[in-house]
Antibody, heavy 119, light 112 residues
Framework: EVQLVQSGAEVKKPGESLKISCKGS????????IGWVRQMPGKGLEWMGIIYPGDSDTRYSPSFQGQVTISADKSISTAYLQWSSLKASDTAMYYCARRITMVNWFDPWGQGTLVTVSS | QSALTQPASVSGSPGQSITISCTGT?????????VSWYQQHPGKAPKLMIY???NRPSGVSSRFSGSKSGNTASLTISGLQAEDEADYYC????????????FGGGTKLTVL
């Protein structure tokens, strides 16, 4: 079964750093893109960026360029989303999702990681 | 403001059909047949329901169908069931961003 399993919920203070993960299983991790999506409380979905673990080709939405870093460790089939200095406005649910090269849909999705940033 | 425009809410009674629209531009919905639809139940992750405008992934009910005309894509759910109550998001490939996909703002479907 193809699965993306994300790391658990995090509670952080403003200014702290954070790295959340998304582990793929049941498929060849290096041959599929992993995208990251933000969902702020009570709001809609927003594409943040995407990475191809095979060669670490990474692309960001202009809204998130410079705000987050997307990376992957193909040796452990895991993609990451990280912040160097969190803000309260980063409080959201974050999802990862898989994309096959040359197609334009994402399936499956991880279960989500809730990030809460509060002083 | 989202790149694609969806109605905030739609509703229907069990057994009825409803349609959710997703309006974009000539840079996304109007140019490419790469519209997908996702269903999200409260507290759950999104689930792919339709891809490439009108294709259903394996396991998705045939009650769900998609179409497109010009800059507007549509998701139709026939024979509404209580379990269809959820948020629905469209997404399209776009040539107007360095990240080539955009979402709609989402539509809350209420089954009366």
């Amino acid at each position: 079964e193809v699965q993306l399993v994300q790391s658990g919920a995090e509670v952080k203070k403003p200014g702290e750093s954070l790295k959340i993960s998304c582990k793929g299983s049941g498929y060849s991790f290096t041959n599929y893109w992993i995208g990251w999506v933000r969902q702020m409380p009570g709001k809609g979905l927003e594409w943040m960026g995407i990475i191809y673990p095979g060669d670490s080709d990474t692309r960001y939405s202009p809204s998130f360029q410079g705000q987050v870093t997307i990376s992957a460790d193909k040796s452990i089939s895991t993609a990451y989303l990280q912040w160097s200095s969190l803000k309260a406005s980063d409080t959201a649910m974050y999802y990862c999702a898989r994309r096959i090269t040359m197609v334009n849909w994402f399936d499956p999705w991880g279960q989500g990681t809730l990030v809460t940033v509060s002083s | 403001q989202s790149a694609l425009t969806q109605p905030a809410s739609v509703s229907g009674s069990p057994g009825q059909s409803i349609t959710i629209s997703c309006t974009g531009t000539s840079s996304d919905v109007g140019r490419y047949n790469y519209v997908s639809w996702y269903q999200q139940h409260p507290g759950k992750a999104p689930k792919l329901m339709i891809y490439d405008v009108s294709n259903r992934p394996s396991g998705v009910s045939s009650r769900f169908s998609g179409s497109k005309s010009g800059n507007t894509a549509s998701l139709t759910i026939s024979g509404l069931q209580a379990e269809d109550e959820a948020d629905y998001y469209c997404s399209s490939y776009t040539s107007s961003s360095t990240l080539n996909w955009v979402f709609g703002g989402g539509t809350k479907l209420t089954v009366l």
